[in-house]
């Protein structure tokens, strides 16, 4: 039997409640994971204040945001250790507080709840109250009915193989450095407590190395191995290694609107995945000025509101042009109902069009109150048609498709040497130029679409050049991006020297060697460009598209690169025994649902690619994609290349 996504939304809710029969006269503390995925799936603030909490505070908090409260609840989303203690503790600290409440998602290294509930005895002081509660399901944020993230684990990726480094079947747990091993950890914890929610007895499978550790811990993981005796409902899980395909990752292929937004719209602050909708528009306040912040900024999640959610759901599965007609669908149809002086009009839908509606809701408070998720929406698919960065996305299209034709005709020395005269600096820039960030991205998109590369004198030379006129536009930037900043370990230009910026690209270009070997250990994978043929263009060939049609197979072949990771004594003895006789090995399109797990990062494109192949393919099966982040082009060479990823947490 198939899980309901209805039941996924309720296990979402589920993991709140404990927090919403405490937060009765409390002020609330959410760590920035724990928010977002209160934002998508927990009802939003909203659902906190109307269970009587007093205020909802980020945590790490301000100082003085607790004066006065007496009665206090933190909402965590790991253990409390490092600079999460270290805020917690702060609060504590200020002395007011009496009673203190900690709902954690996981036993803090130090020892179990009663040893946490001493410790923040402690930082309270004498006489105060500590209760600790450690919740059932995992804080996801269900982004929509097929997707939901893990906003706690939005760091991890997958490391890059070094140069003659081991191979997928070489590495363990062991191996992996200390942060990885714990966010590895936490994800198999975070699993177990969804899969039991949920009821699962699941097979779990892999395709790359991460993949393949996670895989075999969550096989053999104690609490699943007995819940996995009990339960009935079968599913298959599939892991896989966002790092094997990150064309996938920074490639512009999907004509989707959402995938549009979620790129171009400025992140709502502290949040990975939600962006900030400028509502000026529905206000009396008359301002050009983008950096304008009086009026707070709206944003996509709208989990209380269903036909935001439904035109959400449009944005996410619809090509551009019908998402944007679903979008003025919505909007008359609400302006209808509210006996709005309407005029349809046919045709193609423009931003002008769209505003003209949105105006008529601006002096009727009261259709403003029943429809303010729908506008919402609406203003964010406005201001992304009208951002200059839209207009980009077309190029980039359209330059990704001329370096797939390149690619296969000629080697990368070339490919890079035409590449080097587009690298301008900022004074040489026009708006339709590419920005030094926009070059990490073509350059992720051509080393992971060519695989594995024939290094020589000739691609060193290549290199060398391409690396100089970046370190050159890099410290020509008058004042480095949020993300340069992030790469090259800089906050403003004058710290930035030609040292610094030299070395960050070095780092880069060492990476980038290192995506293309990526594939390297794989027999049926091991290619994600199509080089086509005298009648076909070449094409990318995503490597998540490959899998699930393997899985979708009618012929049932076993795989060769999706490898099932046994949880106990019988399903080894099945594989062996296979090696001799006809015995059915386990197989991921086994079982009416199929959960793929997308480890460090999956994109809105890959999402739908997914539902749909599935849907064509096997219609009786039902798909889940689960994942650490959404990812855009620039969150992904974030991801990449900023200096602070999954540093060790030990601020204490």
């Known amino acids: 039997m198939a899980v309901p996504v209805p039941e996924l939304r309720r296990v979402c809710r589920q993991a709140w409640e404990p927090l919403l029969a405490r937060a009765r006269r409390a002020v609330v503390f959410l760590d920035a994971a724990s928010a977002e995925a209160l934002h998508w799936g927990g009802g939003g603030a909203g659902e906190l204040l109307a269970a009587g909490a007093l205020a909802v505070r980020a945590l790490p908090a301000e100082a003085g945001e607790a004066a006065g409260a007496a009665r206090v609840v933190f909402v965590v989303s790991g253990a409390l250790r490092g600079g999460t203690a270290a805020a917690v503790r702060g609060v504590l600290g200020q002395g007011a507080v009496r009673h203190c409440v900690l709902v954690s998602g996981g036993e803090a290294e130090s020892g179990g709840p009663a040893e946490v509930e001493e410790t923040l005895r402690r930082w309270m002081g004498e006489g105060g109250r500590a209760e600790v509660v450690l919740r059932g399901p995992p804080l996801l944020a269900p982004v929509s009915a097929e997707l939901c993230l893990l906003p706690a684990l939005a760091a991890l990726l997958p490391p890059l193989p070094g140069p003659g480094g081991p191979g997928p079947a070489e590495v363990g747990l062991g191996a992996l450095p200390a942060e990885l091993r714990a966010a590895v950890r936490v994800l198999v914890g975070n699993l177990d407590a ?6 699962l007895r699941e097979e779990s499978f892999a395709v790359g190395a991460l993949s393949r550790v996670v895989a075999a811990e969550l096989a053999g993981y104690a609490p699943a191995r007995n819940r996995r005796r ?63 912040n009086i009026i707070a900024p709206g944003c996509l999640a709208q989990p209380n509101d269903l036909a935001a959610k439904a035109l959400w759901e449009s944005f996410m599965n619809l090509k551009q042009k019908e998402a944007v007609m679903e979008a003025r669908r919505h909007l008359v149809e609400a302006a209808s109902r509210e006996h709005l002086p309407i005029k349809m009009s046919m045709g193609r839908v423009t931003p002008e069009q769209l505003s003209s509606y949105i105006q008529l809701f601006r002096n009727n408070l009261k259709a403003l109150e029943n429809h303010c998720g729908l506008l919402q929406l609406v203003l964010a698919t406005v201001q992304t048609l009208k951002h200059p960065q839209t ?10 498709r001329l370096l797939l034709q390149t690619i296969g005709k000629s080697e990368m020395p070339s490919v890079l040497n035409q590449l080097l005269p587009m690298i301008k600096s900022y004074n040489e820039r026009t708006k339709d130029d590419y920005t030094c960030e926009d070059f990490l991205v073509l350059l992720v998109y051509m080393y992971s679409v060519v695989g594995e590369i024939k290094s020589g004198k000739e691609l060193d030379a290549a290199e060398e050049e391409v690396k100089k006129a970046l370190v050159k536009a890099i410290c020509d930037e008058p004042e480095p991006s949020p993300l340069l900043q992030k790469i090259t370990g800089c906050d403003s230009s004058l710290n930035v020297t030609s040292q610094k910026a030299t070395d960050a690209v070095d780092t880069i270009f060492r990476s980038l060697r290192d995506i ?50 046994s949880s106990g004594l019988t399903d080894l003895l099945k594989t062996g025994f296979s090696m001799f006789m006809k015995v059915n ?68």
């Open 194 to 199: 969804l899969f039991t929610a949920l009821g």
């Open 230 to 292: 009990m339960a009935t409902n079968k599913a298959s899980v599939v892991f896989v290694d966002r790092t094997l395909d990150l064309a996938g990752a920074v490639g512009h292929h999907g004509d989707n609107l959402a995938e549009k937004i979620l790129s171009v719209l400025p992140k709502l602050p502290r949040h990975k995945t939600d962006v900030m909708v400028n509502m000026v528009e529905l206000s009396a306040l008359q301002t050009t000025d983008e950096t304008c």
């Open 391 to 400: 207009s980009k996305w077309d190029n980039f299209l359209a330059f990704e």
């Open 516 to 565: 293309a070997r990526a594939r390297m250990h794989m027999k049926q994978f091991n290619s994600i460009h199509n080089p086509g043929s005298n009648t076909q263009q070449a094409s990318y060939k995503p490597l998540l598209k490959q899998i699930v049609e393997e899985i979708c197979n009618p012929d049932r072949p076993d795989p060769v690169d999706i490898e099932h990771m």
């Open 585 to 652: 090995r386990p197989h991921p399109g086994d079982h009416p649902l199929l959960i793929i797990f997308m480890v460090g990062g999956v994109t809105v494109s890959e999402v739908k690619m997914v539902k749909d192949l599935v849907a064509t393919r096997r219609p009786g099966t039902q798909v889940i994609v689960l994942s650490s982040a959404l990812l855009t082009p620039r969150t992904a060479i974030e991801l990449l290349f900023a200096t602070d990823r999954l540093q060790p947490d030990t601020d204490i």
